[in-house]
């Protein structure tokens, strides 16, 4: 009688943890839908601004002698700044050099 009962309860046990993998399972699946069903919900609120492409009434051509100046002035504050410390750091090591 016991032993029935033990079996038994085992077996409801057994049922009740294959269930709760079940509904754990299902409850993932669900939460993974929910979640893909808002972006596209997003998405189609994206879509729904009819947002098109103008054509250009004028012709747009490049600044070429804005671009050439622009880079000439960085080149040469690049190269100069450069310099400066080459010369900084070899003006350090000839002082150290005649304290000798």
């Not at 046990?13 to 839908?33: G, H, I, N, W």
């Not at 400066?84 to 003006?91: G, K, Q, S, T, Y």
């Amino acid at each position: 009688m016991a032993r029935s009962k033990h079996t038994a309860l085992g077996t409801h046990e057994f049922k009740l943890a294959s269930l709760k993998r079940k509904a754990l399972a299902t409850q993932k699946l669900y939460d993974v839908f929910l979640s893909r069903l808002q972006q596209a919900e997003i998405l189609q609120d994206l879509d729904a601004g009819d947002d098109f492409a103008q054509i250009p009434d004028k012709h747009i051509k490049p600044r070429v002698l804005l671009g050439m100046t622009f880079s000439l002035i960085l080149s040469s504050i690049f190269s100069l700044g450069f310099w400066l410390i080459i010369h900084l750091i070899a003006d350090k090591k000839s002082r150290f050099t005649t304290l000798l």
